[in-house]
């Protein structure tokens, strides 16, 4: 599996999601960190082949101190690469959102906690419609997070963010 053709490809559709552009060879610059960006958002993207996914507080936390010094929003995009449906979610602070409705909750002690593919479709699903919002916080940090489909967070991102 071409892992760098993979990256690319998922890179370039950010950046055509966001009407912003691909930052290539990102992380190896200083001046181009994150995997993409526009002039509100600094993205940066991962994906696994398996069917779970841990999302971790220092790669947050790094990619937050990245956006600040631009002056944007910073968005984990995070996927599925061997699934067909409902495959990329975005993970965003709770500072930079608006009051959003959720529909479920997470917590960890840890610095990091894993979501399954079934256990985020089986959440994306149950909402008929209406964007799905699920939150996870950090104890120890006290930082939370807002999970949401891909799709749907590009839908209701003008609602979602504050001050877009």
Known sequence: MNYKKISTKRENEIAKDISGRRHTGSGNKWHSKGDASNQ???????????DKYSIQLNILNKLT?????????????????????????????????????????????????????????????????QPVVLQLTFEK?????????????LKFQQKIIVSI
């Open 40 to 50: 509100f958002l600094l993205i940066e993207d991962k994906f696994v082949i398996s």
């Open 65 to 129: 101190k990245q956006a600040q010094k631009q002056s944007k929003i910073p968005i984990l995009r995070f996927g599925f690469i061997n699934k067909e449906f409902l495959n990329n979610f975005a993970c965003i602070e709770k500072c930079y959102c608006n009051e959003l409705l959720i529909n479920k909750c997470y917590s960890t002690s840890k610095k990091s906690s894993i979501f399954t593919y079934s256990e985020l479709y089986a959440s994306i699903i149950s909402a008929f419609g």
């Open 141 to 153: 940090e006290d930082k939370t997070f807002f999970i949401i489909e891909w799709e749907e967070f």
